[in-house]
């Protein structure tokens, strides 16, 4: 009987442990035995799961390494699977030893750790640097003793998983997230029996988030190789279907629904109200010039290597803006506003502050900024989703801004600095000359109704074909008598001692394939699924059709936005709307 691995030690986040039951339970219909590796507190000194709580708050660590224990009890007894401890793995000398070999590096050096051949070192930073908010490799001395206690358990995972993949010898690995640390070192210790590994991830839909998810194989060079999901243009595979998932996630981002959403929600308040706040003049044209979080490429890099092949006309964003204030003097006619990402500032998810942050404040300190170039900050709590309003153009830097933009009809020029992104959603330049250029003009376009288009189409191509849509695998909390059993299940509970996790409760035990079982299996076993005749869909539909669609919905959730006194939006808006394309246009895009 054929095998799969799950390497799944961190089920505090349901986000993480229900999508992999749902995927064992599919593999299970397909006559693999599966196996879960979890933890029953070896990881402890500082898991992955506690790096939502401050390193020093002991009492609610352990509350998380609690409740971690009790969701994967709850999963494992109530899915039979079955489980390899971790702590059964390493023993209490080679616990002993991985401490003192991990003490005998110097402080300064500890990102070059090294464990029979392995950087854990620098797989230990990404989501070090990503919690602390980091660009470089340097430690700070008050966060040494964490990081060690990170090098101890990604160490401990690296003996641990020596061991069972050496005796289990499974045909598949799947594990949450490549870039973790531990799951880096899952996968190169697989790769080394040939073993394939596939990462799961949360998708890109913000109500959805666990149900409709990306699944990768992980390549040997530490790439992840997305399969199914074809180029955008294949197809027209804008599928009217989609549309209610396309303006339920749109939704989600106006209201700020998770704390997925960075920007605070929109208050529908007025253009003018808007330029009133950050100081501008009526009328002006906008540039929104949208910064990036770098730490969360620098965790990538340090820890990786570059992700993606980049051939950004900046140096870095400082270079950038350095060359935003020449065009805002050159210009005076047009107003830079620069926001700055709100992951930068203290937030609903984190409330570190980033080193990118004090560089800026350092950059602003040093340099004299044009009265046409403002800054829009953080603490000035302003929806990004009401700024778009006033908008003219989006200058991209490698971030969701350019699609969210463009479902307003904003045109979006890049700097070529990111390439997970359809190219025809922005307009990318070789020179700087040629940016300026791509910039005017632009802006002498103004909101179009292909901009919105071509984001409706990225969006159904997101959530229809580069992810897979896993929501058939819960039960619906909205029928009654599934409700009134889980009150009487969990009442049960309740009285026995025993845990219950309500949306794990909501997880089906599968008697038959998901809907997307065939795509799911494809990208795991590699091959057509045993008794599948299904194909893989290439919808067509009539593209007046979908342009009627997309008009109709534009017009929803635009009007939504839109405050009865607002004139300057709402004449944005009629422009779209009064924009008419051609059928060959339609097919073209």
């Given at each position: 009987?054929?095998?799969?691995l799950?390497?799944?030690?961190y089920?505090f986040f349901?986000?993480?442990?229900?999508?992999e039951?749902?995927?064992?339970?599919?593999?299970?219909?397909?006559?693999y035995?599966?196996?879960?590796?979890?933890?029953?507190?070896?990881?402890?000194?500082?898991?992955?799961?506690?790096?939502?709580?401050?390193?020093e708050?002991t009492?609610?660590r352990?509350?998380i390494?609690?409740?971690c224990?009790?969701?994967?009890n709850?999963?494992?007894?109530?899915?039979k699977r079955?489980?390899?401890?971790?702590?059964?793995?390493?023993?209490c000398d080679?616990?002993?030893n991985?401490?003192?070999?991990?003490?005998?590096?110097?402080?300064?050096d500890l990102?070059?750790?090294?464990?029979?051949?392995?950087?854990?070192?620098?797989?230990?930073?990404y989501?070090?640097?990503?919690?602390?908010?980091l660009?470089?490799?340097?430690?700070?001395?008050?966060?040494?003793q964490?990081?060690?206690f990170?090098?101890?358990?990604?160490?401990v995972?690296?003996?641990?998983?020596?061991r069972?993949?050496?005796?289990?010898?499974?045909?598949?690995?799947?594990?949450?997230?490549?870039?973790?640390?531990?799951?880096q070192?899952?996968?190169?210790?697989?790769?080394?029996?040939?073993?394939s590994v596939?990462?799961l991830?949360?998708?890109?839909?913000?109500?959805?988030?666990?149900r409709?998810?990306a699944l990768?194989?992980?390549?040997?060079?530490?790439?992840l190789?997305?399969?199914?999901?074809?180029?955008?243009?294949?197809?027209?595979?804008?599928?009217?279907a989609?549309?209610?998932?396309?303006?339920?996630?749109?939704?989600?981002?106006?209201?700020?629904r998770?704390v997925?959403?960075?920007?605070?929600?929109?208050?529908r308040?007025?253009s003018?109200?808007?330029?009133?706040?950050?100081?501008?003049?009526?009328?002006?044209?906008v540039?929104?010039?949208a910064?990036?979080s770098?730490?969360?490429?620098?965790?990538?890099?340090?820890?990786?290597?570059?992700?993606?092949?980049?051939?950004?006309?900046?140096?870095?964003?400082?270079?950038?803006?350095?060359?935003?204030?020449?065009?805002?003097?050159?210009?005076?006619?047009?107003?830079?506003?620069?926001?700055?990402?709100?992951?930068?500032?203290?937030?609903?998810?984190?409330?570190?502050?980033?080193?990118?942050?004090?560089?800026?404040?350092?950059?602003?300190?040093?340099?004299?900024v044009?009265?046409?170039?403002?800054?829009?900050?953080?603490?000035?709590?302003?929806?990004?989703?009401?700024?778009?309003?006033?908008?003219?153009?989006v200058?991209?830097?490698s971030?969701?801004?350019?699609v969210?933009?463009?479902?307003?009809?904003?045109?979006?020029?890049?700097?070529?600095?990111?390439?997970?992104?359809?190219?025809?959603?922005?307009?990318?330049?070789?020179t700087?000359a040629?940016?300026?250029?791509?910039?005017?003009?632009?802006?002498?376009?103004?909101?179009n109704?292909?901009?919105?288009?071509?984001?409706?189409?990225?969006?159904?191509?997101?959530?229809?074909?580069k992810?897979?849509?896993?929501?058939?695998?819960?039960?619906?909390?909205q029928?009654?008598?599934?409700?009134?059993?889980?009150?009487?299940?969990?009442?049960?509970?309740?009285?026995?001692?025993?845990?219950?996790?309500?949306?794990?409760?909501?997880?089906?035990?599968?008697?038959?394939?998901?809907?997307?079982h065939y795509?799911l299996?494809?990208i795991?076993?590699?091959?057509t699924?045993?008794?599948?005749?299904?194909?893989?869909?290439?919808?067509k539909?009539?593209?007046q059709?979908?342009?009627?669609?997309?008009?109709?919905?534009?017009q929803?959730?635009?009007?939504?936005l839109?405050?009865?006194?607002?004139?300057?939006?709402?004449?944005?808006?009629?422009?779209?709307?009064?924009?008419?394309?051609?059928?060959?246009?339609?097919?073209?895009?």
């Amino acid at each position: 009987m054929k095998k799969a691995l799950f390497f799944s030690p961190y089920q505090f986040f349901s986000v993480h442990a229900e999508p992999e039951v749902l995927i064992a339970e599919s593999l299970q219909l397909e006559g693999y035995e599966t196996v879960f590796v979890t933890c029953k507190g070896i990881l402890a000194k500082n898991c992955l799961c506690m790096s939502v709580v401050p390193f020093e708050d002991t009492t609610h660590r352990e509350r998380i390494c609690r409740e971690c224990r009790e969701n994967r009890n709850f999963l494992m007894k109530r899915f039979k699977r079955k489980q390899i401890f971790l702590d059964n793995l390493v023993n209490c000398d080679e616990k002993k030893n991985i401490e003192d070999n991990i003490g005998k590096w110097e402080n300064d050096d500890l990102a070059n750790y090294t464990f029979q051949g392995i950087q854990i070192g620098k797989k230990t930073l990404y989501e070090f640097i990503l919690k602390y908010k980091l660009l470089s490799d340097a430690i700070p001395n008050e966060r040494l003793q964490e990081f060690r206690f990170n090098l101890y358990n990604t160490t401990v995972v690296a003996t641990a998983m020596e061991r069972v993949l050496g005796e289990l010898r499974p045909d598949i690995v799947v594990f949450y997230n490549f870039f973790y640390s531990t799951n880096q070192v899952v996968a190169e210790i697989a790769h080394k029996s040939k073993t394939s590994v596939f990462s799961l991830h949360a998708g890109t839909h913000h109500q959805n988030r666990d149900r409709i998810v990306a699944l990768s194989k992980v390549q040997k060079t530490g790439t992840l190789q997305e399969a199914l999901a074809g180029k955008p243009t294949e197809n027209s595979p804008l599928n009217p279907a989609s549309m209610p998932l396309i303006e339920d996630h749109i939704q989600g981002i106006f209201e700020a629904r998770t704390v997925w959403v960075y920007s605070p929600k929109t208050t529908r308040v007025s253009s003018w109200l808007i330029r009133k706040k950050i100081s501008l003049p009526p009328r002006s044209k906008v540039v929104l010039a949208a910064l990036r979080s770098d730490d969360e490429r620098s965790a990538a890099d340090l820890s990786l290597g570059p992700v993606s092949a980049r051939n950004p006309l900046f140096q870095d964003q400082f270079s950038w803006l350095d060359w935003l204030a020449e065009f805002s003097e050159t210009h005076p006619e047009i107003t830079v506003v620069v926001r700055q990402h709100p992951r930068e500032a203290p937030n609903r998810r984190e409330q570190v502050i980033s080193a990118n942050h004090h560089r800026l404040n350092q950059w602003l300190s040093r340099r004299k900024v044009p009265k046409n170039m403002i800054f829009n900050r953080p603490d000035q709590k302003i929806s990004l989703y009401d700024l778009f309003k006033i908008t003219d153009l989006v200058l991209r830097n490698s971030s969701s801004v350019g699609v969210e933009a463009a479902l307003y009809g904003i045109p979006v020029v890049g700097m070529g600095d990111d390439t997970a992104f359809d190219p025809l959603l922005q307009k990318e330049s070789r020179t700087l000359a040629e940016y300026e250029k791509n910039i005017l003009q632009a802006l002498q376009l103004g909101w179009n109704l292909n901009q919105v288009y071509l984001a409706y189409r990225w969006y159904s191509y997101l959530f229809g074909r580069k992810e897979i849509d896993l929501r058939d695998g819960w039960r619906s909390s909205q029928n009654f008598f599934f409700r009134l059993q889980k009150k009487l299940a969990k009442g049960w509970a309740r009285v026995q001692g025993l845990p219950f996790v309500d949306s794990s409760y909501c997880l089906k035990v599968l008697r038959k394939p998901l809907v997307n079982h065939y795509r799911l299996m494809k990208i795991l076993l590699e091959q057509t699924p045993h008794g599948s005749k299904a194909t893989e869909p290439h919808p067509k539909h009539c593209p007046q059709l979908l342009l009627k669609a997309v008009r109709e919905s534009y017009q929803k959730t635009m009007g939504w936005l839109s405050e009865n006194n607002d004139p300057e939006f709402q004449e944005r808006i009629k422009k779209v709307l009064s924009q008419e394309l051609s059928l060959e246009d339609s097919l073209n895009l």
